[in-house]
C-alpha cells in the first residue's frame, strides 16, 4: 500500500492510496479457494472446483467483496498510522480500478481537533438555593384544591366570570359549517379563556333556555390556515349552569389524596416544589458552566459537523415558519443574517459537544448500562397503560437508547466539572428564583 498525502489544511487531510493489483489478486483467489473448498458443483467433488470455473461463477461478487474490505481495511490502517482520530465518517472516493490494474483511491477525512480543557478549579459558579416556606407550600396546596373543585347545577340567573355553562355550539363561516365546530354538551368556564378571544365574554349575563350568537374572529395565527383570520359566528344553546364548590384543605382533602394526614400532605408538597426548583436552579448552573466553558475554549471545529448542526437547526427553523411558530422580529431580520446567527449557534454546540466529549475521554466518565435503564424506564412511564410496550421498543432499538445516553453522560460530565470547581450558594425565594434562571 502506498499512501501520498494530498492536502493537508488545518483539520482536513486528504491522502492518495494505491493498492498494489497483486496484492487484490491474492485475496480474490485466497477466498475462491475458501470458497471451493465449502461447495461441490455438478460433476466435481467438494474441493475439486477448477479455480477458473469458480471465477467465472463467484468472481464478480467476489471482487465486490474484496475491494469493500481492501478499501475498508486501508484506510483504517493508514489513519492508525498516522495517529488520525476522524470527527466524522471519512469520504473514500475511487478513482482507478479495472482487472488486473492497481486499485487506487482518495481518502479525505476531517480531523478530531487537540482540546486542551482548561483548569476547572479556576471557574467559579453560583449555585441558586430556593427556600420554599409554608407561604409557598400553602400556595401550591391551595391550587391543587382549585383545580380538584367540582361544579354542581344552580337555579337559573345571570351567568357570570366563574361560572361552567354547558352549552351546545354550531360554528359557521360564510354561513356554513366547519370542520372541529360544532359540539354539544361542552362544559365551558367562563373567563378560562379556553376559547378563541371574545366568544367567552359574549355568553356573560345569559342564562339557561337561551341561545345566543356569538360573532368571533380567528386570529391570523391560527393554527389551522383554513380557519385563520376568518370571521366565525356560533349559534350557541345553554343547556345547564353550574357553579365551581369550594374544596376545604383539611384532614379529609389530604386522606382524598391518600396521604395520612394534611401535615404529610404538606411534607409532600414542599419535597416536590424544592425538586422542581432545584431543577430550575441547576439549569441555571448549567448554562452559566456552557458559557464559561464557550468563552474558555476556541478550537477549530470540524466544517462537516458545523454544517450538519447547522441543517438541522435551519430544518427546525423552516418547520416552525411554516406552522408562524417564529416571531415577526426574528423574521425581519432576513434569511442570510438568519443563517448567519444560526450557523454560529452550531458552531458553539459543535465546540462545547467536542469538549465535553473530550473531558469524559481523559476522566474516563462511561454511562453504565444502569443508567440507560432508569431513564428507559423513566420513558416508559410517560406512557400509561404502555410502559413494558415502550421500555421493550428502546431496549430492542440501539439508535433510541443512544439519544438517552447522550444527555446521562453530558449531565456526568457537567456534575464532574462543578464538583471541581468553585461553587458558592445564594439562598432566595423561589419567585425570585424563577425570574433568574429562566432570564434569558
Not at 148 to 162: I, S, W
Not at 183 to 201: P, V
Not at 371 to 394: I, S
Amino acid at each position: 500500500m502506498q499512501v501520498t498525502e494530498l492536502a493537508n489544511s488545518g483539520l482536513r487531510r486528504e491522502y492518495k492510496i494505491v493498492i498494489a493489483a497483486k496484492d487484490i489478486d491474492e485475496k480474490v483467489t485466497s477466498r475462491l479457494e475458501e470458497i471451493g473448498s465449502s461447495i461441490s458443483l455438478p460433476g466435481f467433488r467438494r474441493g475439486k472446483v477448477p479455480q477458473a470455473l469458480l471465477k467465472k461463477r463467484y468472481g464478480p461478487a467476489v471482487m465486490g467483496e474484496i475491494l469493500e474490505q481492501a478499501l475498508n481495511d486501508s484506510s483504517a490502517q493508514a489513519m492508525a498510522e498516522r495517529g488520525l482520530r476522524p470527527a466524522v465518517q471519512p469520504k473514500i472516493e475511487v478513482t482507478a480500478f479495472d482487472h488486473g490494474k492497481d486499485l487506487e483511491y482518495t481518502l479525505a477525512v476531517e480531523l478530531m481537533p487537540e482540546i486542551a480543557p482548561v483548569d476547572f478549579k479556576a471557574i467559579e459558579l453560583e449555585r441558586l438555593v430556593p427556600e420554599v416556606g409554608d407561604a409557598e407550600v400553602d400556595k401550591a396546596v391551595a391550587g391543587m384544591a382549585d383545580e380538584m373543585r367540582k361544579t354542581e347545577k344552580v337555579d337559573p340567573r345571570p351567568a357570570k366570570k366563574g361560572d361552567v355553562l354547558v352549552i351546545d355550539f354550531v360554528g359557521r363561516i360564510d354561513g356554513k359549517e366547519f370542520p372541529g365546530g360544532a359540539a354539544q354538551g361542552h362544559h365551558l368556564e367562563l373567563g378560562s379563556n379556553a376559547f378563541i378571544t371574545g366568544f367567552e365574554d359574549q355568553l356573560i349575563g345569559k342564562q339557561p333556555g337561551e341561545t345566543a350568537t356569538v360573532k368571533v374572529t380567528f386570529p391570523a395565527e391560527y393554527g389551522s390556515a383554513e380557519l385563520a383570520g376568518k370571521d366565525a359566528e356560533f349559534t350557541v344553546t345553554i343547556n345547564e349552569l353550574r357553579e365551581r364548590v369550594a374544596v376545604n384543605v383539611d384532614e379529609e382533602f389530604a386522606k382524598s389524596l391518600g396521604m395520612e394526614s394534611l401535615a404529610k400532605l404538606r411534607e409532600a408538597m414542599k419535597g416536590r416544589l424544592e425538586r422542581d426548583y432545584a431543577g430550575l436552579a441547576r439549569m441555571k448552573l448549567k448554562r452559566t458552566l456552557l458559557d464559561k466553558l464557550a468563552d474558555a475554549h476556541q478550537f477549530a471545529v470540524p466544517a462537516g459537523l458545523v454544517d450538519s448542526e447547522f441543517e438541522a437547526i435551519w430544518k427546525q427553523f423552516e418547520e416552525a415558519k411554516q406552522k408562524n411558530e417564529i416571531e415577526k422580529e426574528e423574521l425581519d431580520k432576513g434569511e442570510d443574517a438568519l443563517k448567519a446567527e444560526y450557523r454560529t449557534i452550531a458552531e458553539r454546540r459543535v465546540r462545547l459537544a467536542l469538549l465535553l466529549s473530550e473531558i469524559g475521554r481523559q476522566n474516563n466518565i462511561q454511562v453504565a448500562p444502569d443508567d440507560v435503564n432508569r431513564a428507559m424506564a423513566e420513558e416508559a412511564r410517560r406512557f400509561p397503560g404502555q410502559e413494558r410496550k415502550v421500555f421493550e421498543f428502546y431496549k430492542n432499538n440501539p439508535e433510541m437508547q443512544a439519544r438517552l445516553r447522550a444527555p446521562i453522560f453530558e449531565d456526568k460530565v457537567i456534575d464532574f466539572i462543578v464538583e471541581m470547581a468553585r461553587v458558592s450558594e445564594r439562598r432566595l425565594p423561589p419567585e425570585d428564583l424563577v425570574k433568574e434562571a429562566t432570564a434569558a
